[in-house]
C-alpha cells in the first residue's frame, strides 16, 4: 500500500475565522472553497477546513467538544530565525500560543501555536530534513 | 510561506499495537523507530506515532483524554474496489469501524476507520484527484 496521506482535514466552526488564520498568518491561499469548506494545496497533499458539524457527520462520530487531541501538524521552515516570526504572525492571526519556541533535546528550534479551533501546530526548524522546492519533506535521523 | 506540512505527529498509547496497525492494516514501514515514536517517510511529509505522554509534554499541552477530535487523515486509493478490503484490513488489525464505506454526495466512494487509538482515517476512491508515483496528492474540483 502506498505510503500516502491524501488529505488532512480539520473541523474548524468558523470558516472566516480559520481563513484569516491560515490567510493572514501563513499567508496560504486556497485552491477551492464554498460556504462549508476550504482547500489548500499542500506539499503532495491537501489540508481540508470543513465545517466540524459537517465533518463529524461525515466520519458519523460526534465530537467530544474538546478539540486538545494528542495530535500536532507541523510546518517546517528554512532557517532558524523564521521560527518566531511565524509564530508572532499565526497568534496575531487568531492563534494560541502554546509553546514558546525554543530547542528541543533532539536539535533544532520549535515551537507550538494552536489554530483559532484548538488544532495544534509545531512551526519548527529541523536542518537534518531536506525540503525541497516543492516543499517535499524526506526524513532523516 | 511554502503552503506546506513536514510532519503529522499523532500520539498513541503503546507503540506495538500502533504498529501492528500501520504495519499490518496498511502495510506501511517506518523508516526510524525507537522505544517512543516511530516515523514513516510518507508522500513528501512525514508520519510520527509517538507516546502521547510525550507529544503532550512536548506541546505543553494536555491531552483532554479523548481523542475524538474533529479531525481525519484520509488515505485514497487507486480504485473503488480498493476501498473496503483496506478498510476490513485496518480493522483486523486493530482499527474500529466508524463508517462503512459508501458513496458521499460529492461523488466517489469512501468509510472511515479508526487507528487504535482513536484517530480517524478516511480510506477514499476519488477519480477526480491525481495520484502519482510518489504519492503526491493533487486537488481538483
Chains 1, 2 share one sequence.
Not at 45 to 66: H, I, K, N
Not at 110 to 115: F, H, K, P, Q, S
Request: hydrophobic letters at 45%.
Amino acid at each position: 500500500m502506498q505510503q500516502q496521506i491524501a488529505v488532512i482535514t480539520i473541523g474548524i466552526d468558523d470558516l472566516e475565522r480559520s481563513k484569516r488564520f491560515y490567510g493572514d498568518g501563513f499567508g496560504w491561499e486556497p485552491v477551492f472553497e464554498n460556504e462549508e469548506i476550504a482547500f489548500y494545496q499542500m506539499n503532495g497533499l491537501v489540508l481540508g477546513t470543513w465545517l466540524s458539524s459537517a465533518l463529524c457527520e461525515d466520519m458519523q462520530r460526534p465530537s467530544s467538544g474538546d478539540n486538545r487531541a494528542p495530535l500536532a501538524l507541523a510546518h517546517n521552515v528554512q532557517k532558524k530565525v523564521d521560527v518566531e516570526p511565524l509564530m508572532d504572525a499565526l497568534v496575531v492571526a487568531g492563534g494560541t500560543l502554546l509553546r514558546a519556541a525554543e530547542a528541543p533535546p533532539h536539535g533544532g528550534f520549535r515551537g507550538y501555536v494552536a489554530d483559532p479551533d484548538g488544532h495544534a501546530w509545531e512551526i519548527a526548524w529541523n536542518p537534518a530534513w531536506l525540503i525541497d522546492a516543492q516543499g517535499h519533506v524526506t526524513f532523516k535521523a
